[in-house]
């Protein structure tokens, strides 16, 4: 009698177990997962900045296949203006060239991405210098 009483028990117990087991698979399947949607849209501008009196003289901005030039642009600041890009493009890619007139100058190229700088190039000095950003949504 003893021996059934213990069988009994340990086929409750595993057929406990058994559906226990089954619940938590059915429930974690049926979760909404809010990572499903492998590309997003993001909020994206270029920035090229000089300081001290330099001239930009060129600028180049790539997103995905689709390439932009600028040349000559008027002021010692060029932004983009804030444009959507699906992170499927993958990459994005800002070049500037400006004359600095002297060591302290410096040309600044910024990458915006949903209104924080995400990347940022410096350089300083005098004559002709180029600023460039690579940036692409694939990197972990």
Not at 71 to 96: I, K, M, Y
Not at 124 to 129: I, R, S
């Amino acid at each position: 009698m003893k021996q059934f009483y213990k069988s009994k028990s340990l086929l409750r117990l595993s057929f406990l177990f058994v559906l226990l087991f089954s619940v938590i698979t059915v429930v974690n399947s049926c979760k909404k997962d809010d990572d499903d949607e492998e590309f997003k849209d993001h909020v994206v501008q270029f920035e090229v900045k000089t300081t001290t009196g330099g001239v930009i003289k060129a600028i180049v901005t790539q997103v995905g296949t689709t390439k932009t030039d600028v040349f000559d642009p008027t002021g010692t600041t060029w932004t983009s203006g804030e444009f959507f890009v699906n992170s499927s493009q993958a990459q994005l890619n800002l070049d500037a060239r400006a004359e600095l007139p002297d060591a302290d100058s410096e040309l600044v190229a910024n990458l915006w991405i949903d209104g924080e700088i995400v990347r940022t190039d410096k350089k300083k000095g005098a004559g002709p210098l180029v600023a460039s950003i690579d940036y692409s949504f694939l990197e972990l």
